[in-house]
């Protein structure tokens, strides 16, 4: 009589999938780092401080067997991914910042993604997917933007004490100047030439208002038209960085916000002298 045998190879092969799954294998290593390359960049890219950047990588990490280790600097990103289950298999990679700028949106829905993760409502396939996705956000228009950079830097003129025509100026002023901004930087300038310029240009403006005599407190025109070029988020994340232990990038970020400020001064310096200021 003969014997039936029971196949049970496929349910092993289940078995090794849903285990797989689980321990984040379903990626490899290489296409791992490839995540937190991306993340940590757009992050990086976006305005995130760098215990920010790293609480969510370690998120992500936490929901596979890689151990995640990570060097953050103003310009790029290093991390070395070590698989816990073979800790010869190690790889070490690292991506260059393209740019520096501010974009909270991106920042929220990054880490609302890694939260995602953690609590198992998707897969690490589908956060690499809905990152790519999130690169491509779409911005405010660039005159609705500059519309409104005018009116904040005008409302400010009033609450400092000036009157309308002093709130028109710094209005013009700062609309102006964010256009010479923005057409500057898609033109691939130098960022802190960029700022000079700026800061240039607003100034005259907004100087004009002393030299005709119309306002109130003309003052208040020059000191709240260049306020649109304050670098406030690299200021804010160097001290979170110094404070967080992150010295190199929070020392790096302090430069590179005093340096702004000091080419602001000279273009301010600069416009005055030629049209004549003296007494702001």
Known sequence: MRANVLDYSHIDDRCADVENTHSGKELSLKEFVDIILEVSSLLLESGAHCERINRNVQRIAQKTNYKVEMLISFTAVSVSVTDMDNEENIITANKKIIHHGVHFGILTNTSLLTWELAEDRISLQELHERIKGLKNTSRYSVWLVRLFIGIACGSLCLLAGGNLIDGAFTFLASFVGLVVRQEMIKRKFNLM???????????????????????????????????????????????????????????????????????????????????GISNF
Not at 193 to 219: D, E, H, K, R, W
Not at 232 to 254: F, Q
Request: with cysteine.
């Open 193 to 275: 030439v960029i700022v000079i310029c700026s800061a240039f240009v607003t100034t005259t403006i907004s100087g004009l208002n002393i030299l005709s005599g119309f306002g109130y407190l003309p003052q208040t025109s020059i000191a709240t038209s260049v306020l649109f070029l304050i670098p406030g988020v690299p200021l804010i994340n160097s001290i979170i960085d110094l404070l967080e232990g992150y010295i190199p990038t929070g020392i790096a970020r302090g430069a590179f916000g005093g340096f702004i400020l000091l080419c602001i001064a000279v273009g301010m310096f600069i416009s005055m002298t030629i049209i």
